[in-house]
């Protein structure tokens, strides 16, 4: 996903490629990494449908590895962009700004809750998790505005 994320895809789908007997693995976390990783790639590549498909495999198992598991995380924003790229919907926009909120990428999950707002999607989850980042967002300006100015009084 890094490597996708700094434009690098296509080193990204020959590491992956390294990996491909994970893709046929007994051991859930091994396919289920896999599984991911390969959803990020053929996103990047242009492949909604078959993101969406690795996507989904990886969901599956959630139940088994808990949605706290770093792969799962992964394969929310990516299943929720690949649904995106096959068509705009504001369900699935609220769904993706909901998985880049728990994924700590309030800037990516304001953005997407507020489309589904603009889209007549904003339920009362939506406004209250818009909320949070805008609240969190004001906390974190004030702390830098305190911190600039105890810098400043320091250096006086």
Do not use: C, M
């Not at 999607?121 to 702390?143: K, N, P, V, W």
């Amino acid at each position: 996903a890094r490597w996708v994320a700094q434009g690098r895809s296509a080193d990204a789908g020959r590491r992956l490629s390294g990996y491909a007997r994970h893709g046929t693995s007994n051991d859930v976390q091994e396919l289920v990494g896999y599984r991911a990783a390969e959803a990020v790639v053929l996103l990047a590549e242009g492949k909604p449908s078959e993101a969406l498909s690795a996507a989904e495999s990886v969901l599956s198992a959630a139940d088994e590895l808990g949605t706290a598991d770093s792969t799962i995380k992964v394969a929310f924003p990516a299943a929720f962009e690949a649904a995106l790229a096959l068509g705009d919907r504001a369900e699935i926009r609220r769904g993706l700004g909901y998985a880049y909120y728990r994924n700590d990428q309030p800037d990516q999950a304001r953005a997407n809750l507020e489309r589904a707002v603009d889209q007549d999607a904003g339920d009362a989850e939506t406004y209250l998790t818009l909320g949070r980042i805008y609240f969190a967002a004001q906390a974190a300006s004030e702390r830098r505005a305190r911190s600039v100015r105890a810098s400043s009084l320091r250096s006086r």
